[in-house]
């Protein structure tokens, strides 16, 4: 019995503990100003830097946290810092943000989702951010083991994040009645913004490949908080990029031409075409045209989409589909069934770096373009790091 009074007393503390420090978060989370909460499928990590860096130069004083490719807090004049994790992501992480942010007296806190199970999503936003300007990207089939199996689903669940009586801005222009459909619900106003309102000229400011729709979802953002076109524009030039920023490395070796591009992050197959489309279209494929498709024993369903994607929709564009990475013969079986030429695929499994650049070398009779993608985990992120130290110019 005495045990048993002391187990009811610790769990009475327990509970007024969390209790006080519930109500000390929302007195912190509701003494920032201008709290952007950005999620969506694609483009969160890039949305989340260029707000941030839009708001600094248009003088909000500003925090950032950045999930993306490697967690980052990006502090008012623009340095950045890795977060240490101890153990896997968790969404608890946003509380230490938001803490850090009001001791600050920060203005303005623009945060990256990291949840994604739709109780989660909803966690986030419902008990710890409390966003007056909603960021939604774009909805594309991904996560769909826990977010759903349609766009319509998946819309459902990145919608959590929405909140009630505010601001949403997205650049969705697949299935954008879904998300005013659940926007109008909680009376919360609609800006659509277009890709087109941010010019090609506007956008060879940039020192990488960027998204024109993820530049314009951000000065749509900026503009709204009176920030001016100009203003946020520079400050997004001089942003740093997120480490799963789409680049171009150009090596040279052997009086042969290498073009790689790091599209590693864009691991759903809907953006992954996506991107193929604008190297395609806007930049050029130039000599033998190779598909790197880093895999990971985790995401073999992924794996199993982007291996349709290159058997269905760019067979007929590649010369050769590399797979690197765990379970590459079960890909290897995967794409040949959906229709790829066998000689067309080059499986090295789980190997080196340099290994992989000498069969692209080897590939290249003077000129070759390489497009990497898959998963920045794994052998994703050194083999894009090798081919960045072997370029004569970071990007051109």
């Given at each position: 019995m005495y045990s048993f009074y002391i187990l009811l007393i610790m769990i009475i503390v327990a509970a007024i503990?969390?209790?006080?420090?519930?109500?000390?978060?929302?007195?912190?989370?509701?003494?920032?100003?201008?709290?952007?909460?950005?999620?969506?499928?694609?483009?969160?990590?890039?949305?989340?830097?260029?707000?941030?860096?839009?708001?600094?130069?248009?003088?909000?004083?500003?925090?950032?946290?950045?999930?993306?490719?490697?967690?980052?807090?990006?502090?008012?004049?623009?340095?950045?810092?890795?977060?240490?994790?101890?153990?896997?992501?968790?969404?608890?992480?946003?509380?230490?943000?938001?803490?850090?942010?009001?001791?600050?007296?920060?203005?303005?806190?623009?945060?990256?989702?990291?949840?994604?199970?739709?109780?989660?999503?909803?966690?986030?936003?419902?008990?710890?951010?409390?966003?007056?300007?909603?960021?939604?990207?774009?909805?594309?089939?991904d996560h769909v083991d826990v977010m759903g199996q349609t766009l319509p689903e998946i819309a459902e669940t990145l919608g959590r994040t929405i909140p009630k009586n505010e601001h949403?801005?997205?650049?969705?222009?697949?299935?954008?009645?879904t998300l005013k459909d659940i926007a109008d619900k909680k009376n919360t106003v609609s800006h659509f913004v277009n890709a087109e309102s941010v010019s090609l000229e506007e956008m060879k400011g940039f020192s990488y490949i960027e998204h024109r729709d993820n530049v314009a979802l951000a000065l749509a953002v900026c503009q709204h908080l009176k920030v001016e076109r100009e203003t946020a524009l520079i400050g997004m030039y001089k942003a740093i990029p997120d480490t799963g920023a789409l680049r171009r490395y150009r090596v040279e070796a052997f009086q042969k031409q290498l073009y790689f591009?790091?599209?590693?992050?864009?691991?759903?197959?809907?953006?992954?075409?996506?991107?193929?489309?604008?190297?395609?279209?806007?930049?050029?494929?130039?000599?033998?045209?190779?598909?790197?498709?880093?895999?990971?024993?985790?995401?073999?369903?992924?794996?199993?989409?982007?291996?349709?994607?290159?058997?269905?929709?760019?067979?007929?564009?590649?010369?050769?589909?590399?797979?690197?990475?765990?379970s590459t013969d079960v890909v290897e079986n995967i794409t040949v069934n959906y229709g790829l030429a066998q000689k067309k695929i080059i499986n090295l499994g789980w190997t080196t770096p340099a290994k992989v650049f000498e069969k692209v070398l080897s590939l290249t009779v003077d000129l070759s373009t390489t497009v990497a993608i898959g998963n920045m985990g794994g052998m994703g992120a050194e083999t894009a790091e090798f081919f960045e130290n072997r370029s004569s110019k970071n990007y051109d």
């Open positions: 503990v969390g209790l006080i420090e519930f109500v000390r978060h929302q007195k912190r989370i509701y003494s920032i100003p201008i709290r952007i909460h950005i999620n969506g499928t694609r483009g969160k990590s890039s949305v989340t830097r260029l707000v941030g860096a839009g708001l600094r130069a248009g003088g909000i004083s500003t925090i950032t946290k950045v999930t993306g490719t490697f967690p980052r807090l990006i502090i008012e004049d623009g340095t950045e810092t890795y977060i240490y994790r101890k153990s896997s992501a968790n969404i608890i992480e946003q509380l230490s943000i938001v803490k850090f942010t009001a001791l600050r007296k920060a203005q303005a806190l623009v945060m990256e989702c990291m949840a994604l199970q739709p109780q989660y999503q909803s966690i986030t936003e419902n008990q710890m951010i409390h966003s007056n300007i909603n960021v939604m990207t774009n909805i594309r089939l949403l801005f997205t650049s969705e222009n697949i299935i954008p009645h591009y790091n599209a590693f992050a864009a691991n759903d197959p809907d953006s992954t075409y996506m991107v193929w489309q604008k190297i395609r279209d806007e930049i050029g494929l130039e000599g033998v045209r190779i598909i790197l498709l880093n895999t990971r024993q985790d995401r073999l369903d992924r794996a199993r989409q982007l291996a349709e994607l290159a058997a269905k929709k760019l067979a007929k564009e590649i010369d050769y589909l590399i797979l690197i990475g765990q």
